[in-house]
């Protein structure tokens, strides 16, 4: 039961990635426009200036969305994938069930990556996307999403199987 129970948490990792990629491809342009606000300091009331970079190029904000994009749809590829290797490998050897857990470790070290990496640490440190509200939304998010990877990739890495 424990095997299944890693194997499905692998699996809602990749899952979780792919709808967020699949509803940032249909909401294209809404994305595009929350990064280009975000990185641009708009309403950026407490801490109005920064010592960095405010950013207000759509190409730019082009290559960050699709930046997220794939490391979204990697995350969603691992994690599909970790997930049916383990529940394939779920009635073998601990050594074989220990193997198939490599897609899995993957996706979830790519969405700390992405999550923590590109939101929590260019979004909401260099951007300083915490002071709107668009921008709140979005590190609120990254961070439970990287919190609940980080959550699986302990719980499937540092038990005995």
């Known amino acids: 039961m424990l095997r299944l129970i890693k194997a499905t948490l692998v699996l809602f990792i990749g899952l979780h990635a792919l709808f967020y990629a699949l509803q940032n491809v249909a909401n294209l342009s809404a994305a595009h426009g ?14 109005s200036h920064t010592i960095f970079v405010k950013l207000n190029d759509p ?11 794939a490391g979204e749809l990697a995350v969603a590829f691992f994690g599909v994938k970790g997930g049916w290797d383990m529940f394939k490998a ?10 198939a857990k490599h897609a899995g470790v993957i996706a979830a ?12 640490t260019f979004g909401a440190a260099l951007f300083q996307m915490w002071q709107t509200e668009v921008g709140t939304g979005s590190m609120e998010g990254a961070f439970m999403y990287a ?15």
């Open 34 to 47: 929350a990064l280009v606000y975000v990185m641009s300091g708009a309403d950026h009331e407490v801490y």
């Open 59 to 69: 190409a730019f904000a082009w290559a960050a969305l699709g930046l997220v994009l």
């Open 90 to 99: 779920r009635k073998g050897t601990s050594g074989e069930f220990h193997s």
């Open 109 to 120: 070290g790519l969405a700390l990556l992405v999550w923590f990496g590109f939101f929590m």
């Open 147 to 161: 919190m609940a990877s980080v959550a699986t990739m302990l719980y499937v890495c540092l038990t005995d199987d």
